[in-house]
């Protein structure tokens, strides 16, 4: 679970929406966790690995019966082909955040390279000004890390993305889906 999210709420729960490339849907995806009063922590939107398809990645702060009702609502838009929520224990993660640190800072206060070194963070660049370092890893891995190099007083600009997943399973439930559409299109009206 994230780490600033514990205090706000018991469960955060992952959303995978995949979708047709339509403009304007995410609007609408938007609209349906606004008329619930349920706040996006974060979103992520991708090409997925089925050709023409887009994948959704949605997090959230809800109640479980809340997470399948958001569910629900969101299938029901007409280019949604599929949406599942899903726990932390069912997905694997990941994020990546970009740090932008002050050179004369990371010089004077050796706390600066150790949190970068202990966390596996890597440096990607370094100027008289500043150096920006890059952290990929779990959204606790990477708080760990900004408040660690907060607490020096070296950050001037912090930013991480949105988080993306794959499930857990052995086969992809969207796959599925399209294989049993595929099989019904395929059978004559007389027989489904």
Same mark, same amino acid.
């Given at each position: 679970?994230?780490?600033?999210?514990?205090?706000?709420?018991?469960?955060?729960?992952?959303? @995978?929406?995949?979708?047709?490339?339509?403009?304007?849907?995410?609007?609408?995806? *938007?609209?349906? #966790?606004?008329?619930?009063?349920?706040?996006?922590?974060?979103? /992520?939107?991708?090409?997925?690995?089925?050709?023409?398809?887009?994948?959704?990645?949605?997090?959230?702060?809800?109640?479980?019966?809340?997470?399948?009702?958001?569910?629900?609502?969101?299938?029901?838009?007409? &280019?949604?082909?599929? *949406?599942?929520?899903?726990?932390? &224990?069912?997905? #694997?993660?990941?994020?990546?955040?970009?740090?932008?640190?002050?050179?004369?800072?990371? @010089?004077? &206060?050796?706390?600066?390279?150790?949190?970068?070194? /202990?966390?596996?963070?890597?440096?990607?660049?370094?100027?008289?000004?500043?150096?920006?370092?890059?952290?990929?890893?779990?959204?606790?891995?990477?708080?760990? @890390?900004?408040?660690?190099?907060?607490?020096?007083?070296?950050? @001037?600009? #912090?930013?991480?993305?949105?988080?993306?997943?794959?499930?857990?399973?052995? *086969?992809?439930?969207?796959?599925?889906?399209?294989?049993?559409?595929?099989?019904?299109?395929?059978?004559?009206?007389?027989?489904?």
């Amino acid at each position: 679970m994230e780490e600033k999210n514990t205090e706000l709420c018991e469960n955060l729960y992952t959303i @995978l929406i995949y979708s047709e490339n339509t403009p304007g849907l995410l609007s609408q995806i *938007s609209a349906i #966790f606004t008329r619930r009063q349920v706040n996006i922590e974060t979103i /992520n939107v991708c090409a997925s690995s089925t050709p023409g398809v887009h994948k959704y990645t949605v997090t959230c702060c809800c109640t479980r019966s809340m997470a399948e009702m958001l569910t629900k609502q969101i299938e029901k838009r007409i &280019d949604v082909l599929q *949406s599942n929520y899903y726990t932390d &224990d069912e997905i #694997f993660i990941i994020e990546t955040s970009l740090l932008k640190i002050s050179t004369p800072v990371m @010089l004077a &206060d050796s706390r600066v390279s150790s949190a970068i070194r /202990n966390h596996g963070a890597r440096i990607v660049e370094v100027n008289p000004t500043y150096a920006t370092a890059e952290k990929t890893g779990t959204t606790a891995d990477i708080l760990s @890390l900004y408040n660690a190099l907060n607490q020096t007083g070296a950050v @001037l600009q #912090f930013v991480r993305s949105g988080r993306i997943c794959i499930t857990k399973s052995t *086969s992809e439930r969207l796959d599925e889906y399209l294989a049993q559409r595929e099989k019904e299109r395929a059978q004559p009206e007389g027989n489904k």
